[in-house]
């Protein structure tokens, strides 16, 4: 018979265990949008881990490049999104070092 506490471990374990594949899936999908190389903006939103209304206002500002296909369609190049990332990254270093 199982105690209570050793249910409580088996949780535990399994919740560990869950959120590393939910990593793992994370880190599956950042790559299949990098081997793609272009991205739409559902798609850039979430390369990025950013709300819609963040990213409009990256595109607005130029902060972001993208190529403008119609009149509501964008799309974005997985490089340009790699570069703002690492320079936020670099920058909340610095603002967290500061």
Do not use: W
């Not at 869950?18 to 939103?45: P, W």
């Not at 500002?61 to 119609?70: A, D, E, G, L, Q």
């Amino acid at each position: 018979m199982i105690d209570n506490e050793e249910i409580l471990i088996r949780q535990t374990e399994c919740l560990g265990m869950m959120h590393e594949l939910k990593d793992d899936i994370k880190n599956m999908h950042h790559t299949l949008y990098s081997v793609k190389g272009q991205l739409s903006f559902t798609e850039a939103r979430k390369y990025l881990g950013i709300t819609q209304k963040k990213l409009n206002e990256l595109v607005r500002n130029k902060v972001i490049p993208c190529i403008k296909i119609s009149n509501r369609k964008l799309i974005f190049g997985t490089s340009d999104l790699d570069d703002y990332l690492d320079a936020n990254c670099n920058k909340r270093k610095e603002d967290d070092h500061g």
